[in-house]
């Protein structure tokens, strides 16, 4: 940009007129990325679609057996995904399981590792992440010291009502040592 | 720092590049008006930037796009704002291309050696065109639905391969969610794609040839870069400005009712740069229409297409001036006698008028609790009884029936009612009305009906006309018990206010006004000859009634004219729910925020 370049005997440059036009160009493009970036970024802003979890009712009691045993259900609630809400759809999946004593405990079935579907196989009595291969014992703590998963199966907050049984359904984020809501 | 920048200019000559973009020689220095081509490219900056942001919320199906869209504009924060800018600035930029199209002819900047780059600029105009087209059917609402309709059937009239050539444009033989992924294609991925080409062309031929410097000179000549770039630059900013004075003004682009393929909309027009097409269009009677829709818009273009040939004449560049501003003043006057029609026509200001208000019930809808449910938003306004009462009304009733004294949507009806009006029907003032002596014979009641001189009227006029001050007191008592029976949502706190009159007048019905002498009332009652007052007006009862008036609940044989809506098939249960609730005022309504 020296005069070398430029034989013709052409103004000097102007530091003013370089300034405003780069401030002036710069203003009028940030408007259309800026309103981009609100818009762009709104998700970090609203909260989950779903609101705070409520208890969903999940089965009654009499296809629970007191054995101890992990069994798999579905979650039926209403869905708000983004601009269409759907009453009474699967929104995920846990394991119930009811003591001798008669206590019911819910496990999430998503993997606290890396969010994979954890598998309950009954031979093995045990729950197996075909993923990374972190396996829990039936009542969801880690079997395994060198299990990837950093904490144990997420328990869900349990009601028996009568005769049926409720659960607040949430999901967890992956990866941590403490169970840190997604919501 | 200097050490860095060598290093990237030793991989990369930027050096040499910026060199080249910038410090372009402009003889006669920086002028206003160059700034109309790299405005464009600017307005094309912010399509592409806000377009891309808008893809990531859009969703092309015909049971998505309008919901998306719904979403965008009114859940995501600045959602409304960033559509508005993206459809202003496609108005600025149709404004924008027709001043550079100007400048270039009146400059004689089409002419050799610039033949091809002026040909690269209509390719580009018309593909802009093409976006603005694609894109107005995006949000799938009634308005870019039926506007869209006309363009895509105007190119099955294309001679040879129209039909085949519409299939293309539309994904088949109707509407639906492939005309939508084809047309999303062709908005986002196709045609930007060929402007980014074509623009690219057209600037590098530009740089080959030089800018086309208006004579005379009054200034010593200079350098793109910093002076004719700052013009450019407060170019851009007055872009912005006016479209963002737009957006606020207009509070964004508008998004009319979700599509609907049963519901007429005739306030559909193409956007206002294709107006003068459309009233063009107007001209040509049936079978001529290629003519106008096709032959002569492309000859047009092809006589823009030979101006740097024609400009080679003595003459030449003083046809093609004459022929720029005859097609543009043709535009102009005949986009103008389009509004004109349109201001003049009270049809026309109705059907907006009914545009705007369904626009506005379905994103009241959209927002309620319900929400939008999983069959398309098109659902919220087929099932709302706001929307759909007085639509069915009209069509179904008002031949008999009055609402308000018109047929329901505000029309006067000519012929004289033959049945009561409706409009109120389950309140305590429809009920005294019925119940007073100088009002039952009329029109209003049974003055239309062969009812007119039956026990009901004879009663009212007779017994009720010299009824004393006691008796008067049970009568405002039954009259609140039997419009309770309605359970309207608009008199639910008066009917608990006022529970204890309400249960003496169920009393009273029987033993004081001798309702139950004729009418069964809350005790089944087989010699009864006139309707059912038990659950009078409440929505079972509206529905029985349509679906079989002549019931023995109801009128029985004594029916003369009321069809059976149910049992004829004329109406579903569906639609006849929806009278009933909107002839008892129940429909979603939005709380006062």
Same mark, same amino acid.
């Given at each position: 940009?020296?005069?070398?370049?430029?034989?013709?005997?052409?103004?000097?440059?102007?530091?003013?007129?370089?300034?405003?036009?780069?401030?002036?160009?710069?203003?009028?493009?940030?408007?259309?990325?800026?309103?981009? +970036?609100?818009?762009?970024?709104?998700? +970090?802003?609203?909260?989950?679609?779903?609101?705070?979890?409520?208890?969903?009712?999940?089965?009654?009691?009499?296809?629970?057996?007191?054995?101890?045993?992990?069994?798999?259900?579905?979650?039926?609630?209403?869905?708000?995904?983004?601009?269409?809400?759907?009453?009474?759809?699967?929104?995920?999946?846990?394991?119930?399981?009811?003591?001798?004593?008669?206590?019911?405990?819910?496990?999430?079935?998503?993997?606290?590792?890396?969010?994979?579907?954890?598998?309950?196989?009954?031979?093995?009595?045990?729950?197996?992440?075909?993923?990374?291969?972190?396996?829990?014992?039936?009542?969801?703590?880690?079997?395994?010291?060198?299990?990837?998963?950093?904490?144990?199966?997420?328990?869900?907050?349990?009601?028996?009502?009568?005769?049926?049984?409720?659960?607040?359904?949430?999901?967890?984020?992956?990866?941590?040592?403490?169970?840190?809501?997604?919501? | 720092? =200097?050490?860095?920048?060598?290093?990237?200019?030793?991989?990369?000559?930027?050096?040499?590049?910026?060199?080249?973009?910038?410090?372009?020689?402009?003889?006669?220095?920086?002028?206003? !008006?160059?700034?109309?081509?790299?405005?464009?490219?600017?307005? &094309?900056?912010?399509?592409?930037?806000?377009?891309?942001?808008?893809?990531? #919320?859009?969703?092309?199906?015909?049971?998505?796009?309008?919901?998306?869209?719904?979403?965008?504009?009114?859940?995501?924060?600045?959602?409304?704002?960033?559509?508005?800018?993206?459809?202003?600035? #496609?108005?600025?930029?149709?404004?924008?291309?027709?001043?550079?199209?100007?400048?270039?002819?009146?400059?004689?900047?089409?002419?050799?050696?610039?033949?091809?780059?002026?040909?690269?600029?209509?390719?580009?105009?018309?593909?802009?065109?093409?976006?603005?087209?694609?894109?107005?059917?995006?949000?799938?609402?009634?308005?870019?639905?039926?506007?869209?309709?006309?363009?895509?059937?105007?190119?099955?009239?294309?001679?040879?391969?129209?039909?085949?050539?519409?299939?293309?444009?539309?994904?088949?033989?109707?509407?639906?969610?492939?005309?939508?992924?084809?047309?999303?294609?062709?908005?986002?991925?196709?045609?930007?794609?060929?402007?980014?080409?074509?623009?690219?062309?057209?600037?590098?031929?530009?740089?080959?040839?030089?800018?086309?410097?208006?004579?005379?000179? !009054?200034?010593?000549?200079?350098?793109?870069?910093?002076?004719?770039? &700052?013009?450019?630059?407060?170019?851009?900013?007055?872009?912005?400005?006016?479209?963002?004075?737009?957006?606020?003004?207009?509070?964004?682009?508008?998004?009319? #009712?979700?599509?609907?393929?049963?519901?007429?909309?005739?306030?559909?027009?193409?956007?206002?740069?294709?107006?003068?097409?459309?009233?063009?269009?107007?001209?040509?009677?049936?079978?001529?229409?290629?003519?106008?829709?096709?032959?002569?818009?492309?000859?047009?273009?092809?006589?823009?297409?030979?101006?740097?040939?024609?400009?080679?004449?003595?003459?030449?560049?003083?046809?093609?001036?004459?022929?720029?501003?005859?097609?543009?003043?043709?535009?102009?006057?005949?986009?103008?006698?389009?509004?004109?029609?349109?201001?003049?026509?009270?049809?026309?200001? =109705?059907?907006?008028?009914?545009?705007?208000?369904?626009?506005?019930?379905?994103?009241?809808?959209?927002?309620?609790?319900?929400?939008?449910?999983?069959?398309?938003?098109?659902?919220?306004?087929?099932?709302?009884?706001?929307?759909?009462?007085?639509?069915?009304?009209?069509?179904?009733?008002?031949?008999?029936?009055?609402?308000?004294?018109?047929?329901?949507?505000?029309?006067?009806?000519?012929?004289?009612?033959?049945?009561?009006?409706?409009?109120?029907?389950?309140?305590?003032?429809?009920?005294?009305?019925?119940?007073?002596?100088?009002?039952?014979?009329?029109?209003?009641?049974?003055?239309?009906?062969?009812?007119?001189?039956?026990?009901?009227?004879?009663?009212?006029?007779?017994?009720?006309?010299?009824?004393?001050?006691?008796?008067?007191?049970?009568? #405002?008592?039954?009259?609140?018990?039997?419009?309770?029976?309605?359970?309207?949502?608009?008199?639910?706190?008066?009917?608990?206010?006022?529970?204890?009159?309400?249960?003496?007048?169920?009393?009273?019905?029987?033993?004081?006004?001798?309702?139950?002498?004729?009418?069964?009332?809350?005790?089944?009652?087989?010699?009864?000859?006139?309707?059912?007052?038990?659950?009078?007006?409440?929505?079972?009862?509206?529905?029985?009634?349509?679906?079989?008036?002549?019931?023995?609940?109801?009128?029985?044989?004594?029916?003369?004219?009321?069809?059976?809506?149910?049992?004829?098939?004329?109406?579903?249960?569906?639609?006849?729910?929806?009278?009933?609730?909107?002839?008892?005022?129940?429909?979603?309504?939005?709380?006062?925020?």
């Amino acid at each position: 940009m020296s005069s070398d370049t430029s034989p013709d005997a052409l103004p000097r440059r102007c530091f003013v007129k370089e300034a405003a036009a780069v401030a002036l160009g710069g203003a009028a493009t940030l408007v259309p990325i800026v309103s981009g +970036l609100v818009v762009w970024t709104d998700p +970090l802003r609203s909260g989950s679609a779903n609101g705070k979890a409520s208890f969903s009712r999940i089965t009654g009691l009499e296809s629970l057996p007191a054995d101890g045993v992990p069994r798999k259900f579905t979650v039926i609630a209403d869905k708000q995904d983004a601009w269409t809400k759907t009453p009474n759809v699967p929104v995920g999946a846990i394991y119930l399981s009811r003591s001798a004593k008669g206590d019911v405990t819910a496990f999430q079935s998503i993997c606290p590792h890396a969010g994979c579907f954890v598998e309950f196989r009954s031979a093995k009595n045990e729950f197996f992440c075909p993923c990374h291969n972190s396996s829990f014992f039936s009542d969801g703590s880690i079997n395994d010291p060198r299990s990837p998963s950093p904490r144990p199966m997420d328990t869900l907050a349990v009601e028996v009502r009568g005769n049926e049984v409720w659960v607040r359904f949430e999901t967890f984020q992956a990866g941590h040592r403490e169970k840190i809501p997604t919501a | 720092m =200097k050490a860095l920048w060598e290093w990237l200019d030793s991989r990369t000559g930027i050096r040499h590049l910026a060199q080249e973009a910038l410090m372009e020689k402009i003889p006669g220095g920086a002028r206003w !008006r160059y700034v109309w081509g790299s405005a464009l490219t600017f307005c &094309l900056a912010i399509q592409f930037i806000t377009g891309v942001v808008l893809w990531a #919320a859009y969703s092309p199906g015909a049971k998505s796009a309008w919901e998306s869209v719904f979403y965008i504009q009114h859940e995501m924060a600045g959602g409304w704002f960033l559509r508005g800018l993206h459809h202003y600035t #496609a108005q600025i930029m149709v404004v924008l291309l027709a001043l550079h199209l100007m400048q270039v002819v009146i400059d004689g900047a089409y002419k050799a050696p610039r033949e091809v780059n002026f040909w690269f600029g209509l390719a580009l105009l018309v593909v802009t065109l093409g976006l603005a087209l694609t894109g107005y059917l995006l949000p799938w609402d009634q308005k870019g639905y039926w506007a869209t309709k006309v363009a895509t059937n105007i190119a099955a009239i294309t001679p040879v391969f129209g039909s085949q050539i519409e299939r293309l444009i539309v994904g088949g033989s109707d509407y639906g969610n492939l005309t939508l992924t084809r047309f999303f294609a062709l908005h986002a991925g196709i045609l930007p794609g060929l402007i980014v080409v074509l623009v690219v062309g057209h600037i590098a031929l530009f740089r080959r040839h030089g800018i086309t410097a208006k004579k005379p000179f !009054r200034k010593p000549d200079a350098r793109f870069w910093p002076d004719q770039v &700052l013009m450019d630059a407060v170019a851009a900013l007055a872009v912005v400005f006016t479209v963002v004075a737009l957006t606020l003004y207009f509070r964004g682009a508008e998004l009319t #009712a979700p599509a609907d393929p049963s519901e007429p909309y005739s306030a559909a027009r193409p956007e206002w740069y294709f107006l003068f097409l459309f009233q063009f269009l107007k001209y040509f009677p049936g079978g001529t229409e290629v003519w106008g829709a096709i032959i002569i818009p492309s000859l047009v273009l092809g006589v823009m297409a030979l101006m740097p040939m024609l400009g080679q004449w003595k003459l030449g560049h003083r046809f093609n001036l004459l022929f720029l501003g005859a097609i543009l003043l043709g535009a102009v006057v005949l986009t103008f006698e389009a509004k004109l029609q349109d201001a003049r026509d009270p049809e026309y200001w =109705k059907a907006v008028e009914r545009a705007h208000r369904d626009s506005q019930r379905a994103v009241e809808l959209a927002k309620s609790p319900t929400g939008i449910p999983e069959g398309g938003a098109a659902l919220l306004l087929r099932r709302d009884p706001l929307t759909q009462g007085p639509r069915l009304f009209s069509q179904h009733c008002a031949g008999c029936h009055r609402f308000d004294g018109n047929d329901g949507l505000g029309n006067a009806v000519q012929e004289a009612a033959s049945a009561p009006d409706l409009k109120g029907f389950g309140s305590r003032e429809w009920l005294a009305g019925i119940l007073n002596p100088e009002k039952v014979a009329t029109a209003h009641y049974f003055g239309g009906t062969k009812f007119k001189d039956g026990k009901m009227v004879r009663f009212v006029q007779q017994k009720v006309a010299k009824y004393s001050d006691a008796k008067r007191a049970d009568l #405002a008592k039954v009259i609140l018990a039997v419009s309770a029976e309605a359970a309207l949502p608009a008199q639910a706190e008066l009917d608990e206010r006022d529970k204890l009159q309400i249960e003496e007048g169920r009393v009273l019905a029987r033993d004081s006004v001798n309702c139950t002498d004729c009418h069964q009332f809350r005790k089944p009652d087989e010699d009864a000859t006139a309707p059912d007052l038990t659950g009078w007006g409440s929505r079972e009862w509206l529905v029985s009634i349509i679906s079989n008036p002549a019931h023995t609940r109801f009128y029985g044989k004594r029916n003369d004219r009321m069809p059976a809506f149910a049992e004829t098939g004329q109406l579903d249960a569906e639609k006849i729910g929806i009278l009933a609730d909107w002839l008892r005022g129940d429909w979603y309504r939005a709380r006062a925020r």
